[in-house]
């Protein structure tokens, strides 16, 4: 695991800025080229081995027409190669998740689909429907190839990125060879990075003195150049005892399975923030229809000023990084006080890409931050555990906040609050976090179970429980007092 380290230069001059702006001009270009000709499934030869495109680049003078030293395009192709190999792996993943639910096969075409997205080059005669010879394990069984083969093919086209880079990421990547860092006599830091000109390196004064070792990323923010840097980050074990779920609360952070809560008031917080966009964007829509009938009118000049004035992009900007910043420290400092209290061995979560939040969220917030925020939190929580060495469990949570975790009875949730019609009122998030927590050791519903079926489980679960009078206990056994201890 990595975490970026970022480093400023200062005072560049002008034929310095332009020459690093031309650099990232053109390394993009070759970024996109390599992207256009193997992101798509053709790549998947050169899969196995991507230094292949290199060799054939330099065997043509493909590469002259890039205007870049050789060191710098060949960073580019890899840059993008190892962009492309993650993009398939991530699809290779969904896919196969799919092919796991689909019921429209069976187990040894499961297996046969399975094979070939490990072999990336008869993947590519699959779905671009070249014969091939049927691996020897497959001889002689029932398998519908082309079924499976277009199947294979739609998906892969369904989960490949297909947007370019784009010329506004002024950035490239530079490795140790491209660059040297020294300090001249009056004690300040100097990088030297590897220019258009062979042997001619373009100097820039550093903020703060560095020990890089590995590849750096040169990024240009007008004239305001970033040196960033991936360093490993040291894994701390925490070293603790107990399981723990988590849900996302309905006004909090996170729940655990332990009742705390943590984070409290983040809806708040993100309902302000939320609300403060809408406002915004309201304003800035009206200003818009405004100068748009100047325009009509022909009265440029006004639009103009008007626009000068109302419609600045930098504050604006400005302001909500400021902002989105806030949460996103609010979730921190949520995870960590999670992790130091409870010390948790293994951390249960539910599949945030896949969970839907609706009722924790009112609309403005959904509008502005339902999307990001599973993908930060999950992100979060991805590394909160690894640098923590905490194990993690991610389970199905089909039903896990529409059960109640003491009898499996479907109950009613609303808002923070869950009803059962025999144990009453539990806490809904809380309650949720249980079920979590059991769901890791189900020995029927694994991450893979389809919704539908996840239900028919759990009914099938309900009507034996039914039946048999150990249950009763739970049934009848405890009093309103009781109860709002779950609350
Ligand atoms: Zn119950």
Same mark, same amino acid.
């Given at each position: 695991?990595?975490?970026?380290?970022?480093?400023?230069?200062?005072?560049?001059?002008?034929?310095?800025?332009?020459?690093?702006?031309?650099?990232?001009? +053109?390394?993009?270009?070759?970024?996109? &080229?390599?992207?256009?000709?193997?992101?798509?499934?053709?790549?998947?030869?050169?899969?196995?081995?991507?230094?292949?495109?290199?060799?054939?680049?330099?065997?043509?003078?493909?590469?002259?027409?890039?205007?870049?030293?050789?060191?710098?395009?060949?960073?580019?192709?890899?840059?993008?190669?190892?962009? %492309?190999?993650?993009?398939?792996?991530?699809?290779?993943?969904?896919?196969?998740?799919?092919?796991?639910?689909?019921?429209?096969?069976? &187990?040894?075409?499961?297996?046969?689909?399975?094979?070939?997205?490990?072999?990336?080059?008869?993947?590519?005669?699959?779905?671009?429907?070249?014969?091939?010879?049927?691996?020897?394990?497959?001889?002689?069984?029932?398998?519908?190839?082309?079924?499976?083969?277009?199947?294979?093919? /739609? +998906?892969?086209?369904?989960?490949?990125?297909?947007?370019?880079?784009?010329?506004?990421?002024?950035?490239?990547?530079?490795?140790?060879?491209?660059?040297?860092?020294?300090?001249?006599?009056?004690? +300040?830091?100097?990088?030297?990075?590897?220019?258009?000109?062979?042997?001619?390196?373009?100097?820039?004064?550093?903020?703060?003195?560095?020990?890089?070792?590995?590849?750096?990323?040169?990024?240009?923010?007008?004239?305001? %150049?970033?040196?960033?840097?991936?360093?490993?980050?040291?894994?701390?074990? %925490?070293?603790?005892?107990?399981? +723990?779920?988590?849900?996302?609360?309905?006004?909090?952070?996170?729940?655990?399975?332990?009742?705390?809560?943590?984070?409290?008031?983040?809806?708040?917080?993100?309902?302000?923030?939320?609300?403060?966009?809408?406002?915004?964007?309201?304003?800035?829509?009206?200003?818009?229809?405004?100068?748009?009938?100047?325009?009509?009118?022909?009265?440029?000049?006004?639009?103009?000023?008007?626009?000068?004035?109302?419609?600045?992009?930098?504050?604006?900007?400005?302001?909500? &990084?400021?902002?989105?910043?806030?949460?996103?420290?609010?979730?921190?400092?949520?995870?960590?006080?999670?992790?130091?209290?409870?010390?948790?061995?293994?951390?249960?979560?539910?599949?945030?890409?896949?969970?839907?939040?609706?009722?924790?969220?009112?609309?403005?917030?959904?509008?502005?931050? /339902?999307?990001?925020?599973?993908?930060?939190?999950?992100?979060?929580?991805?590394?909160?555990?690894?640098?923590?060495?905490?194990?993690?469990?991610?389970?199905?949570?089909?039903?896990?906040?529409?059960?109640?975790?003491?009898?499996?009875?479907?109950?009613?949730?609303?808002?923070?609050?869950?009803?059962?019609?025999?144990?009453?009122?539990?806490?809904?998030?809380?309650?949720?976090?249980?079920?979590?927590?059991?769901?890791?050791?189900?020995?029927?519903?694994?991450?893979?179970?389809?919704?539908?079926?996840?239900?028919? %489980?759990?009914? &099938?679960?309900?009507?034996? /429980?039914?039946?048999?009078?150990?249950?009763?206990?739970?049934?009848?056994?405890?009093?309103?007092?009781?109860?709002?201890?779950?609350?």
């Amino acid at each position: 695991m990595k975490k970026t380290i970022k480093n400023y230069c200062f005072n560049a001059t002008q034929s310095k800025l332009n020459e690093l702006y031309e650099i990232a001009l +053109r390394y993009t270009s070759v970024k996109n &080229e390599v992207f256009q000709r193997y992101g798509s499934i053709s790549g998947l030869n050169y899969l196995s081995y991507p230094r292949q495109i290199r060799n054939e680049w330099v065997k043509t003078n493909y590469a002259n027409k890039f205007g870049l030293q050789a060191r710098y395009w060949k960073q580019a192709v890899d840059e993008v190669f190892s962009n %492309i190999k993650s993009n398939w792996s991530n699809g290779f993943r969904k896919i196969k998740n799919n092919i796991y639910k689909n019921k429209n096969y069976t &187990e040894v075409e499961k297996h046969y689909a399975f094979y070939l997205l490990k072999a990336s080059i008869l993947l590519y005669k699959a779905i671009t429907f070249q014969s091939f010879d049927l691996p020897e394990i497959f001889k002689d069984k029932d398998i519908r190839r082309d079924k499976i083969h277009k199947y294979l093919k /739609s +998906r892969s086209r369904k989960y490949l990125r297909t947007k370019s880079y784009q010329n506004k990421n002024r950035s490239f990547q530079i490795d140790r060879n491209m660059y040297d860092i020294h300090k001249d006599n009056k004690g +300040r830091t100097w990088i030297g990075i590897m220019g258009l000109t062979p042997r001619k390196r373009v100097r820039l004064q550093m903020t703060s003195s560095t020990e890089s070792t590995g590849n750096l990323r040169i990024v240009l923010k007008g004239k305001h %150049i970033e040196i960033h840097q991936a360093e490993d980050i040291q894994v701390n074990p %925490i070293e603790g005892k107990d399981k +723990r779920a988590i849900d996302k609360g309905f006004s909090e952070v996170i729940t655990s399975s332990s009742g705390r809560k943590y984070g409290e008031q983040f809806n708040q917080l993100l309902k302000k923030e939320s609300d403060r966009l809408s406002e915004k964007n309201k304003k800035r829509n009206k200003i818009r229809a405004l100068t748009d009938k100047y325009e009509k009118k022909g009265d440029i000049v006004k639009s103009e000023i008007i626009k000068k004035n109302n419609l600045g992009k930098r504050k604006y900007f400005y302001q909500k &990084e400021i902002n989105l910043n806030e949460i996103k420290q609010f979730i921190n400092l949520s995870l960590n006080r999670f992790i130091t209290e409870e010390r948790p061995a293994v951390m249960v979560t539910e599949d945030l890409r896949f969970t839907n939040w609706n009722k924790k969220l009112s609309k403005n917030v959904k509008r502005y931050f /339902s999307s990001w925020l599973k993908g930060y939190l999950q992100e979060r929580i991805d590394y909160k555990v690894m640098l923590n060495g905490v194990q993690q469990v991610v389970v199905n949570s089909a039903y896990g906040s529409q059960i109640c975790h003491l009898c499996g009875r479907f109950g009613v949730r609303n808002g923070d609050k869950f009803y059962c019609e025999v144990h009453g009122v539990l806490d809904a998030d809380h309650n949720a976090a249980l079920n979590y927590l059991t769901r890791m050791s189900d020995p029927d519903i694994t991450v893979y179970t389809p919704y539908r079926k996840v239900k028919d %489980i759990l009914q &099938e679960r309900l009507r034996l /429980s039914n039946q048999d009078s150990r249950y009763s206990v739970i049934k009848t056994g405890q009093s309103e007092s009781e109860r709002t201890d779950y609350v």
